[in-house]
């Protein structure tokens, strides 16, 4: 069973940084491509950035040169460091677990990964 479960959100003011991660079951860190996904609010849930069981990685142009997504086997863990945030960040993150490898420099689409966790919410101020 794959089980997720995201921390780190809060507040911040524009231009500060978080880092948020997700607790992982088993081997899912080794196994899996996970991803960080967000949904702002009334739109609808879009891609971040992903990690495959290799390590290969993707982002969306969004998040190119701003936020970092990486993986720690020990700690089963998935982070997502996000620095140099905006306003327009403001989400409640996901984090998410696929069957898949990365084949290119873009993030999965949502529907592609069938666990989920509950989610963290980013707040950026101006």
């Known amino acids: 069973q794959v089980l997720l479960a995201e921390s780190g959100g809060g507040s911040v003011q524009a231009g500060g940084s978080l880092r948020l991660s997700c607790a992982t079951s088993?081997?899912?860190?080794?196994?899996?491509?996970l991803g960080w996904f967000r949904q702002p609010p009334g739109k609808e849930r879009e891609g971040v950035a992903a990690?495959?069981?290799?390590?290969?990685?993707s982002y969306e142009d969004s998040a190119k040169g701003r936020f970092t997504i990486s993986k720690d086997y020990r700690k089963k863990t998935l982070y997502l460091q996000m620095n140099s945030l905006k306003p327009e960040d403001t989400a409640m993150y996901y984090c998410?677990?696929?069957?898949?490898?990365?084949?290119?420099?873009?993030?999965?689409?949502?529907?592609?990964?069938?666990?989920w966790g509950q989610g963290t919410q980013v707040t950026v101020s101006s």
């Open positions: 998410a677990a696929a069957r898949i490898s990365l084949t290119n420099d873009y993030v999965p689409g949502p529907s592609y990964f069938g666990y």
């Open positions: 088993g081997d899912t860190v080794g196994t899996y491509c």
């Open positions: 990690i495959d069981r290799n390590g290969r990685t």
